[in-house]
């Protein structure tokens, strides 16, 4: 049976899925091969449902918790870190962009704590924003993502956490030593976007370092 | 991970703050995406988010673990709220659209910084994800919301046909629609952006 181009886009959407049956499928690549707008208009397809897999997955803001806590139960946070970050690394979505974005931020996070010599369970809330020290390991963790997983720059994770944490520590007297569109990301009105936020992620260095590679396996027992 | 949620969900039920706290955790993340990508602010995203967990703790009651994943009926709470918003900023939305949809674009476009040319291969990256807003904005809400769902949250049919409450044969007609109108509207503003 020969089909249309108007009832082929009816299924072109969905084709582009795979979830057509057989009998839809192959009537459509017979219609492909030998009609160039339909073929076209489904590479756009394939364009477009590749853009919107590539789009950015934002880090929410340190403070969200934070408000939303106030709101609903009207009191600040009472997890210990332990428990926080094993809620907020809790693979609890089938995407694999969700899964392999935590993922990946707490191998980083334990390897840099490690480095560090901080024992999760003995920091203490006041001491620092656990939010937002995983909020910089998310976008490290971005980073290695896109570079495939293969080169983290282990001092340069270091240098933010450090700096990170001293300025999280106060004396807001003392210039801070951050890399400079880091604190413009940061400082900047509410206004910031997504693309601004992918800026700051490129800030880190994606150059050498073999932290990732032999460091994961024992360190996911930190969490 | 739905056995998870279930537990935890019937101690906030009884009123356990940290079982809340643990929830709201969880979930901040996702919910804060999922706002992000309807509305594209991230000021609004953030207050959505609250109010979003502010109805959900509020009507904790009526989940029924037996109808679903927890998740799927977060998002769902999300959604109305985030259609209910849409509709009270339509207004703005369509005069800001009609009237100076040109001169948007191309402020848009404009506003992508010159690149470096090691940082190159990223900044089109970004220039595809203002695209993509842009595109997604031209849509009409329905197939909007089908598209964010499927090809930005990557659920399944499934649940979002629990999500949108509407039969399956109506989620892939959105789906389809929703992803051809986008192509084609990426399509244009492609072109657009050549011509510039
Ligand atoms: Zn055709």
Not at chain 1, 73 to 90: K, N, V
Not at chain 1, 114 to 123: K, P, Q, S, T
Request: charged content about 30%; proline content about 4%; hydrophobic content about 35%.
């Amino acid at each position: 049976m020969k089909v249309e181009c108007h009832q082929v886009e009816n299924w072109l959407g969905l084709y582009a899925d795979g979830v057509l049956g057989e009998h839809q499928s192959s009537m459509i690549r017979a219609h492909l091969g030998s009609c160039e707008t339909c073929a076209v208009l489904l590479l756009e397809l394939e364009f477009a449902i590749a853009l919107c897999k590539e789009y950015p997955e934002l880090d929410p803001p340190p403070q969200l918790i934070e408000r939303v806590l106030e709101r609903t139960i009207g009191q600040h946070r009472s997890l210990s870190w332990t428990e926080y970050l094993r809620e907020l690394f809790r693979p609890l979505y089938a995407s694999p962009r969700f899964a392999t974005g935590a993922c990946l931020a707490a191998i980083s996070l334990s390897i840099v704590m490690n480095a560090l010599g901080i024992n999760l369970g003995e920091v203490r809330w006041s001491e620092i924003t656990p939010q937002s020290v995983v909020d910089s390991l998310h976008r490290t963790a971005n980073v290695a993502y896109d570079n495939g997983m293969r080169r983290l720059n282990g001092s340069k994770i270091l240098y933010q956490i450090q700096s990170r944490i001293e300025e999280l520590q106060g004396d807001d007297s003392q210039p801070q030593k951050r890399p400079q569109a880091e604190s413009e990301s940061r400082d900047r009105p509410r206004e910031s976007s997504a693309t601004e936020h992918r800026l700051a992620v490129r800030t880190l260095d994606p150059q050498c370092g073999q932290v990732l590679e032999g460091a994961t396996a024992p360190q996911a027992g930190v969490l | 991970m739905t056995d998870v949620d279930a537990e935890i969900i019937e101690q906030a039920r009884r009123g356990d703050p940290l079982a809340w706290e643990k929830i709201v955790t969880r979930h901040t993340r996702r919910v804060y995406n999922l706002c992000f990508r309807f509305v594209g602010r991230v000021d609004q995203a953030e207050d959505l988010t609250q109010d979003i967990f502010v109805k959900v703790f509020r009507n904790i009651e009526s989940f029924k673990a037996e109808s679903g994943q927890f998740v799927t009926w977060l998002m769902s709470v999300g959604r109305n709220l985030l259609i209910d918003y849409y509709r009270q900023s339509k207004d703005d939305r369509m005069t800001v659209s009609v009237t100076s949809e040109e001169d948007d674009e191309r402020s848009i476009l404009d506003s992508v910084p010159a690149s470096e040319p090691s940082a190159l291969a990223e900044m089109e990256r970004e220039e595809r994800s203002v695209l993509l807003r842009r595109a997604l904005d031209r849509l009409a809400p329905q197939l909007r919301e089908a598209v964010i769902l499927r090809d930005l949250e990557e659920l399944s049919y499934e649940d979002i046909e629990r999500i949108l409450k509407v039969p399956e044969g109506t989620v892939k007609s959105r789906i389809n629609r929703g992803r051809l109108e986008l192509a084609r509207s990426l399509q244009k503003l492609r072109l657009r952006t050549r011509e510039i």
